[in-house]
């Protein structure tokens, strides 16, 4: 790297030299993080090491010789942008649940790392793809990779409706809402009275979308704790957990390979690109679903 370069700099802050990073789990680093035992990230709360994050003129990175990927010239940043973070993240989602050619795959969420898990998993040959969401713009664009859509909302029970149409449960089912899902009103009081760490409505679905001796991957975002975990479901049928932060230093150069070679794609999920200044408004839309949106990019 030298002064001018654009460079990508993953999401997890690593020191490149400690037990974790030596095996390649880069988002565990034991240096990275003085607030607690999970490794650093950028942009995610002291409890990960008080890094302020990318969304900005300037940023600090701390072992800047670990991860950063200089950019080519010919790749727009917005070809390049969420190797970041959201194309590890999905990918590996997709890749820890095992994922192969021929599957049935369910993904909860369809915002913009549900998305590229969706398209993930149609790229590794996933024979049929089920979106699940509330948010009817979101699922018409994951139809439009060739997902099959459900709005949860038509349904009693969204898991138990999965099991009868993919005729005992899908192979993988891969959870990319965690804790934000929409909450009971039991929940909401737990939370208020913090008992309850956030929504468990993903869980439970996956609990019962998955097929006995399935998978179920959660790259959903999850803290603290869960009342009534639905463990005995997932132990009687001997479905397999797989969850985590990404080790995103692992999959910035593979798949930039692959963005090189216009064998994949993320640039579709951008909805809106706006100055650094209307981030707030940027934060808005995408929280309250306003004006069809998905991502945004902001641009100093």
């Known amino acids: ?23 390649g789990q880069y988002s565990q680093c034991d240096n990275s993080n003085p607030n607690g035992e999970a490794g650093g990230l950028f942009g995610y709360s002291d409890a990960y090491g008080g890094y302020a994050g990318g969304q900005a003129e300037y940023m600090r990175v701390p072992y800047a010789n670990v991860g950063p990927v200089v950019v080519p010239e010919e790749l727009t940043d917005e070809q390049v942008l969420f190797l970041t973070d959201i194309l590890p993240t999905s990918r590996w989602g997709v890749e820890i649940s095992g994922v192969k050619s021929g599957d049935t795959v369910v993904v909860l969420g369809c915002g913009p790392v549900g998305l590229l898990t969706i398209k993930w998993c149609i790229f590794l040959g996933a024979k049929r793809v089920i979106a699940v ?6 699922l018409k664009h994951a139809a439009s990779y060739g997902a099959e859509i459900m709005n949860f909302e038509d349904y009693n029970n969204t898991g138990l409706e999965i099991k009868e149409l993919t005729h005992g449960g899908a192979d993988v089912a891969i959870d990319c809402v965690g804790m934000d899902g929409k909450m009971s009103v039991l929940e909401k009081v737990e939370a208020a009275m913090k008992l309850q760490a956030g929504s468990k409505s993903a869980i439970e679905i996956v609990s019962e979308a998955v097929r006995k001796c399935g998978t179920v991957s959660m790259v959903g975002v999850y803290g603290g704790r869960y009342n009534t975990f639905p463990l005995g479901n997932f132990w009687t049928r001997n479905v397999t957990l797989k969850m985590g932060q990404c080790p995103a230093q692992n999959y910035v150069q593979p798949i930039l390979e692959l963005i090189k070679e216009r064998k994949f794609d993320a640039t579709d999920i951008i909805t809106h690109t706006l100055k650094l200044e209307d981030g707030v408004h940027g934060y808005s839309i995408f929280d309250n679903k306003e004006d069809g949106c998905i991502k945004v990019v902001l641009k100093p």
């Not at 969401?133 to 979101?138: E, G, H, I, K």
């Open 1 to 23: 790297m030298k002064k001018g370069d654009r460079v990508i700099v993953p999401f997890p802050v690593a020191c490149g030299h400690c037990y974790y990073c030596d095996h």
């Open 133 to 138: 969401d509330s948010v009817n713009y979101r």
